[in-house]
Structures are given as structure tokens and as C-alpha cells.
């Protein structure tokens, strides 16, 4: 006998919604808890995969173990939460589904979320990720804001994934904490950032000027025609430090230099300021920009490269510009 054809197409605790499903012919305690009658709004809602049994008999959103490690992180920060499956029938993985089953069962999904009200929802690894908005991928899209409707979603590991693989902690509770910071409580910052552009060699020659005898640090970022040093050339370089940002136009298609001016305001004026003996200079992935740099005699020193340095802090953590500003600086952003 097939035990998984025991009560097919039995009908038994059936919920109209779910006519049709092939789930309902595997053999299961229980199909299609309804999680969503009589229940408060929350400001978090976590959504996970489908409901666990218990050896009691009972059904549960979230293993133990799981809602523990969730609740470490996420009761100090004081806000509602809940817990609430994608798949309503218990025990279910993504690959037991067809896409007619997914689009069946994402009807109770809609149902809980209009229920629950959320400011925000976390789906907890690629399948309530998938069942929600729809996308794959949970790698490269933790930690980015998605909208299901007006509701804020944003994805996060399987809490499954941080237990048996603790360097995920650090980037799982960072995802949990800035989100929370950003979008229940509204924590955001409007960057009063402003940038001078020099566009005569007056300009450029007084600002660098005092640049290359600051002992302040000094960021640097070139923008370039392409990847590769030897063929392609500098479109234009910035200048940030606590006291301003300068950016200046070198090979530009709107420069107002002509090549022979560009050229000389890289191998004097911009020499000076990155080969300055008593300040750090602090780029992203130093080593393209410093390719493109000493083909014009230009050596930077006293060199931090944010790229390493967030590596020597958690060798775990993304290391692209972006990620590291969602990360350490997520109330600079509108949206992650």
C-alpha cells in the first residue's frame, strides 16, 4: 500500500482555496492550518517555510531552536512580532510543488500577511522568499528591500543556515537589526552632501594645494572608461575629506580641459595630493584605481583600502561598496 495515497482526495479538512492542490494527496496529520482568523496586527512579521510537527502531535511555524535563536536578536529591540509558514500544509519543501500549487497556497500567504498588517516582513530563506514576491535567490538578495503591495519585505538567511553554519550570525542579525532600525521605526538620515566641481585649473590648483599638505584623511575614487588600465583612461577623479567633497573632470567627455591640460593636472596637482606623507588615503578596491594611477606617475601612500579593512573585520561580510554602506550605514539610504 502507498502510504502517501492513504487519504487522497479525502476532503478531510479541506479548505476550498486549496482545490486542486497535489499536496492534499500526500499523507499528512493535517492539511491547510489556517493561521490568520483573530489575530493582531504586528510590526514583524517572520515568515518561514512550511509548519513543523512536533512529536505531541501538535504544529508549529518555527522549530524551536530556530524561534530561539530569532528571538535572541529580535525581543531586545522591542517590537510585536510573529511567526507565520509559507505553505500552510506542515512539512512541505519547494520541490513538492508545482507553480499551480505555489499559486494556490500563496492565497492563505496573502490572507496572513493582510491580516497581520506588518511594517515589516522577513522571509526566512529562498522558498518564503519565492512563495512571497515570487524571486529566487536568497545570497545575493539578503538584506535588500522588495515589496510585496505596500508591504516592506526584506529577505534574510534560514535561521537554519546561521545554526549549523555560525558565521551567517553576523550578517543575519545585521539584516534583522538595521531593517527594524530603518522600517518599523522610521530611523533614516537625509545626507546634506554636497560636492564642488573645479572646472578651471585655478580652482584645481588651489585645491590641491591644501589637500596634499592635510594631515586629515582624504578619500579618493576615480570613475574610468572601462576596466581595462592599458587601453582605457580616467573620466574623473573625487576628493572627500571632513571639510568637503571636490570632484574634478580629468579625460571627460564634458571636460572643459583639453588632453594636454588633463594629463598635466594628473602627473602634478593629483600626484601631490596622493603621495602626501601625513594623511591616509581611504579607497574602495585600491588596487584597480592605483592601476590606472601609476600610468600617470601617480603613487598614492599611506593607503587604507575599505575592501581589505572590511575584511580583516569579518573575512564573512560582502565587500562591494554598497553592501558595506546597507550594512554600516543603512539610515544613508532610501532603500537597501
Not at 168 to 188: A, C, M, P, Q
Request: glycine letters at 4%; one cysteine or more; proline letters at 5%.
Amino acid at each position: 500500500m502507498n502510504l502517501n495515497n492513504l487519504y487522497a482526495d479525502s476532503g478531510v479538512g479541506v479548505n476550498p482555496l486549496c482545490s486542486g492542490c497535489s499536496i492534499l494527496k500526500i499523507n499528512k496529520a493535517e492539511h491547510c492550518i489556517v493561521d490568520y482568523e483573530d489575530v493582531k496586527p504586528v510590526d514583524v512579521l517572520f515568515i518561514t517555510e512550511s509548519y513543523v510537527c512536533k512529536t505531541s502531535g501538535s504544529c508549529v511555524p518555527v522549530r524551536r531552536q530556530e524561534k530561539s535563536l530569532i528571538e535572541d536578536i529580535i525581543v531586545p529591540l522591542n517590537v510585536s512580532y510573529a511567526f507565520t509558514p509559507s505553505v500552510k500544509c506542515p512539512s512541505v519543501k519547494d520541490a513538492d510543488m508545482t507553480s499551480s500549487d505555489r499559486d494556490l497556497c500563496r492565497e492563505h500567504l496573502y490572507k496572513t500577511v493582510e491580516a497581520y498588517q506588518p511594517k515589516l516582513i522577513f522571509v526566512c530563506g529562498n522558498m518564503p522568499l519565492k512563495m512571497l514576491t515570487k524571486k529566487s535567490g536568497i545570497s545575493n538578495k539578503r538584506g535588500s528591500l522588495f515589496k510585496y503591495e505596500d508591504f516592506n519585505v526584506v529577505p534574510i538567511y534560514h535561521p537554519y543556515s546561521v545554526i549549523a553554519e555560525p558565521k551567517n550570525r553576523f550578517l543575519f542579525e545585521k539584516d534583522i537589526k538595521n531593517s527594524v532600525d530603518k522600517y518599523v521605526f522610521g530611523n533614516t538620515k537625509k545626507s546634506d552632501f554636497k560636492y564642488e566641481m573645479l572646472l578651471d585649473l585655478v580652482s584645481v590648483v588651489e585645491t590641491c594645494k591644501e589637500l596634499s599638505q592635510t594631515d586629515l584623511p582624504l578619500a579618493c575614487d576615480i570613475e574610468t572608461t572601462g576596466l581595462n588600465f592599458l587601453t582605457d583612461t580616467i573620466m574623473t577623479i573625487a576628493f572627500s575629506t571632513s571639510k568637503g567633497n571636490w570632484v574634478i573632470p580629468i579625460f571627460h567627455k564634458d571636460s572643459p580641459f583639453s588632453k594636454e591640460e588633463a594629463d598635466s593636472i594628473l602627473r602634478g596637482c593629483v600626484k601631490e595630493v596622493l603621495e602626501n606623507p601625513h594623511n591616509r588615503k581611504i579607497l574602495q578596491n585600491c588596487k584597480f584605481d592605483i592601476k590606472f594611477l601609476l600610468k600617470y606617475d601617480v603613487h598614492p601612500v599611506n593607503v587604507w583600502d575599505t575592501k581589505i579593512m572590511a575584511h580583516m573585520y569579518n573575512e564573512i561580510l560582502p565587500k562591494s561598496l554598497m553592501d558595506l554602506v546597507k550594512l554600516f550605514f543603512p539610515e544613508e539610504l532610501d532603500n537597501f
